[in-house]
């Protein structure tokens, strides 16, 4: 059974960071690609960062760039979102996902929620002003 749990979230301040971490297991695909993403309450799910199984690509939405990073363990179970300069905008949802038909080879299109379909239960971000 494919399983994906969130944790990390909690409540910060505004400038502050957070590691986010997603632990999966159960995988049997040939190839794979873990994606963050974020939802507020009655907005559209929003995808943050992407990193590749394969080859470890990774990709982010221009609105985390450079204050967002993804990385993964060296066993290929843990992935995680390491937040910093986190802003009140940030509060959100957070969950990860799992792309099981992700192409390394194809262009890429973008961290579409719809291409994913393993999710975790997510976890809370709060970011106080």
């Known amino acids: 059974e494919v399983q994906l749990v969130e944790s990390g979230g909690g409540l910060v301040q505004a400038g502050g960071s957070l590691r986010l971490s997603c632990a999966f297991s159960g995988f049997t695909f040939n190839d794979y690609a873990i994606g963050w993403f974020r939802q507020d309450p009655g907005k559209e799910r929003v995808g943050l960062s992407l990193?590749?199984?394969?080859?470890?690509?990774?990709y982010y939405t221009d609105s985390v760039k450079g204050r967002f990073t993804i990385s993964r363990d060296n066993t290929w179970t843990t992935v995680y979102l390491q937040m910093s300069g986190l802003k009140p905008e940030d509060t959100a949802v957070y969950y990860c996902a799992a792309d099981s038909l992700w192409d390394p080879t194809a262009d890429y299109a973008g961290l579409v929620p719809e291409n994913f379909d393993y999710w975790g239960q997510g976890t809370q971000v709060t970011v106080s002003s």
């Open positions: 990193i590749s199984r394969s080859d470890g690509t990774t």
